[in-house]
């Protein structure tokens, strides 16, 4: 569901279709995007024998000229047409199901259906799984398997063996979690989340669902109540939980009877529709404008002093309207604190913008100038050549001879005249992740030594997180040898925080240490708030520009309407299962030699991962 689409997608669910082009037409009518039916009718009763039906006089199922091939794949996704339990004790009950489930999938890949629904039931899945894990390997097999589960064990039309009480970890996101790690998280096995009248109280469970591959919510049409003029409408509760889910690719699907038979099916589809229209609405704002498409897809972390940065990557960054008006406070403020109000007409404050880019800085240098009343005189240091061109052009058209454009790299210039203001823009995903300690670091002598650092410090945070999508993700990439060793600067969308983000590491600029070391070593213990799939680390950054002002992306603190930077996500080769408060040790490495710097981490507990990237074998970042 993309942001360009004005209406929800949303399928019509049936039970029995005694004519296939009658119903889908009747769906399509009714503003349904496509029909969910069972593919061999639900009453017909098979007995295999020697996994050959024991009688076959009458056609399995309807016959694949009722539709044409565009139409069965674009218009029709399957369901099985029985509950198939591949798992019983009994050998009779569990060959005739898995021989019954086989030819289903056989059904579906000869339709070339794109999607196929089957329910669990249980935890007892081992069988189930291998059959659909068979499929799924099957590169001659191109269809998805969705598993349908319950959102709530409350009210489920389960049998249950003599009323045997079910244990914690029985429950449908356990169910869930074994199936895909017994499938080896394939990204071709999605999931159908089926509301209940009762909702999830616990908000982390919640999460936690959020952070799985949902591709359908099914909604039964006796979740929907009446209005007062008649027509179908959600709970309160039931609408809140369908909104937070409206951020991910997911359908609506509508199940069950017509409740509402003087309305027609028509006003289901209206109502969700409504509820989605709200929604993007609702979400309308300049960073949601901005990031849309963005979510859960990787992106290798810039490498900004071994490539020159291009024009379009700057227009990115130059669109953050609060990240430049924080500078501007930040610098105004120096200015002020620097300069007193009875000098400020005769003491020039020297400022030195270093990694000017286009000069978005540099503009806000001068604005922060007119707003204090204050006397500058501005420098604009820049290596990229193409940028340069961008500076001097605005010196002709803009600024004049308030600027003075210096075309070398920060390290390397030696200036006739120290800063009063030193102002840098180099920060990373994480802060120091493109190399801004060691340019800072090499440029301070620009500085005088009662100078101000614009910013002067930046932390960098890591919180564990589940994220089959991003995971997924990694694996896909072809792009190194070890994939699962590169950090990947990354929107999470369809993630979970298992635990808060916590401090790692953190540098000051000037830097006064007699001896500068840029290498860092950190352990942190995280508690995991719920049950969970580890798949790796997400990395954020806190930065104080200038005294309590200050810029983040880190969750808790996370600056209102700053895109400029997306979170990074350190993976992990093997995900860990995590249980409900377990400790999670996890301990990261900064590396730094003459020609490159790198990050190193592994988990110790609850079990041990492999160290990854080892001497920067994957990924590093260029210091030249």
């Known amino acids: ?144 398997i969705i598993i349908r589960v319950p959102l709530h064990m409350n009210n489920l039309d389960i049998e249950i063996e003599n009323d045997i009480p079910r244990s914690n970890d029985d429950t449908p996101w356990y169910w869930w979690k074994k199936m895909r ?99 993007q609405s609702n979400s309308v704002d300049k960073m949601t404008q901005f990031t849309k498409g963005y979510e859960d897809c990787l992106q290798n972390p810039l490498q900004p002093l071994m490539d020159n940065l291009e024009s379009q990557v700057y227009e990115v960054f130059e669109k953050d309207p609060i990240k430049y008006s924080q500078y501007q406070k930040a610098i105004a403020q120096a200015l002020i604190e620097r300069v007193s109000e009875e000098k400020k007409n005769i003491q020039e404050t020297i400022i030195m913008i270093v990694g000017a880019g286009r000069g978005p800085l540099v503009k806000m240098a001068i604005q922060a100038a007119e707003e204090t009343g204050r006397k500058v005189k501005l420098y604009a240091i820049e290596k990229n050549k193409n940028a340069i061109n961008t500076l001097l052009n605005l010196i002709n058209t803009d600024w004049g001879d308030r600027v003075t454009v210096i075309a070398k790299d920060m390290r390397d210039w030696e200036p006739s005249e120290k800063a009063d203001i030193l102002v840098s823009e180099l920060l990373g995903s994480v802060g120091d992740n493109e190399l801004s300690p060691e340019c800072l670091d090499g440029a301070q002598r620009l500085l005088k030594d009662d100078g101000i650092s614009v910013p002067y410090r930046y932390r960098s945070f890591i919180a564990p997180v589940q994220s089959y999508k991003v995971y997924s993700e990694v694996r896909r990439c072809k792009e190194y040898e070890h994939p699962y060793e590169a950090p990947y600067v990354v929107l999470l969308n369809n993630h979970c925080r298992i635990a808060e983000e916590q401090f790692l590491f953190q540098f000051s600029h000037p830097n006064t240490d007699k001896k500068i070391n840029n290498n860092r070593y950190g352990k942190l213990e995280f508690k995991a708030n719920f049950d969970a799939t580890l798949h790796g680390f997400a990395g954020y950054f806190d930065c104080h520009l200038y005294k309590d002002i200050d810029i983040s992306i880190t969750p808790t603190t996370h600056s ?65």
Request: with cysteine; net charge negative.
């Open 1 to 144: 569901m993309s942001s360009s689409t004005k209406t929800v997608r949303c399928a019509l669910s049936v039970s029995s279709v005694p004519n296939i082009t009658e119903a889908i037409n009747n769906a399509i009518d009714n503003k349904f995007t496509y029909l969910i039916c069972p593919l061999v009718n639900p009453r017909l009763k098979r007995e295999y024998i020697s996994d050959n039906l024991r009688h076959q006089e009458l056609p399995l199922t309807r016959s694949d000229l009722d539709l044409s091939a565009e139409c069965w794949q674009n218009y029709v996704v399957g369901a099985v047409c029985q509950f198939y339990d591949c798992d019983s004790e009994d050998q009779i009950i569990r060959d005739n199901a898995i021989c019954g489930l086989s030819e289903e999938l056989n059904i579906v890949s000869h339709l070339n259906l794109t999607n196929f629904i089957i329910p669990i039931r249980s935890g007892n899945i081992e069988n189930f799984s291998r059959i659909i894990n068979n499929i799924l390997l099957n590169k001659l097999t191109m269809f998805n």
């Open 181 to 279: 790690t017994l499938c080896e998280e394939n990204t071709r096995l999605g999931l159908a989340l089926e509301l209940t009248n009762d909702l999830l109280e616990d908000e982390n469970e919640i999460e936690r669902w959020y952070s799985e591959p949902i591709r359908m919510i099914i909604i039964p049409t006796s979740l929907f109540l009446t209005n007062k003029s008649g027509f179908p409408v959600l709970s309160k509760a039931h609408q809140r939980f369908i909104n937070k889910f409206f951020k991910l690719d997911i359908d609506l699907v509508v199940e069950g009877s017509n409740r509402h038979p003087e309305r027609g099916t028509t006003k289901y589809q209206e109502y969700l529709n409504y509820l989605f229209k709200q929604f």
């Open 560 to 624: 209102p309407g700053m895109f400029s930077w997306f979170p990074m996500f350190f993976p992990l080769k093997t995900p860990i299962q995590v249980k409900q408060n377990e400790i999670i040790t996890v301990h990261f490495w900064r590396c730094v030699s003459s020609k490159q710097v790198h990050y190193e981490w592994c988990v110790s507990s609850p079990n041990n991962s492999v160290i990854h990237n080892p001497n920067g074998r994957t990924y590093w970042i260029g210091l030249h």
